[in-house]
């Protein structure tokens, strides 16, 4: 069985900066593609940003040059920095996480952006 916990969410005000933190825990053999995700109120979930294991990284259009995803193998996590934080990056925050052929999905965390 594998666990999956994201931190760090929470109250920023616009132009504002957050850390997003995932780790997986439990039967894990080999991780491959890591991710974060985001769902605003009454939208789909979407991609935020995603990085192999090899380190490729690939991002939303709406996020690229203020996000960064980077990845620590020895700790199997997965880290979201987030700056220039703006209004409509309110959105309860997912990290997914591919062990073997199954993406394994945290609870979420809440960010919101709001003077």
């Known amino acids: 069985q594998v666990q999956v916990v994201e931190s760090g969410g929470g109250l920023v005000q616009p132009g504002g900066s957050l850390r997003l933190s995932c780790a997986a825990s439990g039967s894990i053999f080999s991780i491959y593609g890591m991710g974060w995700y985001r769902q605003a109120p009454g939208k789909q979930r979407e991609l935020v940003a995603t990085?192999?294991?090899?380190?490729?990284?690939n991002y939303a259009a709406s996020v690229k040059g203020r996000f960064t995803i980077s990845r620590d193998n020895t700790k199997n996590s997965v880290f979201l920095q987030m700056n220039s934080l703006k209004p409509e990056d309110t959105a309860v925050y997912y990290c997914?996480?591919?062990?073997?052929?199954?993406?394994?999905w945290g609870q979420g965390t809440q960010v919101t952006v709001s003077s």
């Open positions: 997914n996480i591919q062990i073997g052929s199954i993406g394994y």
């Open positions: 990085i192999t294991g090899n380190g490729n990284t």
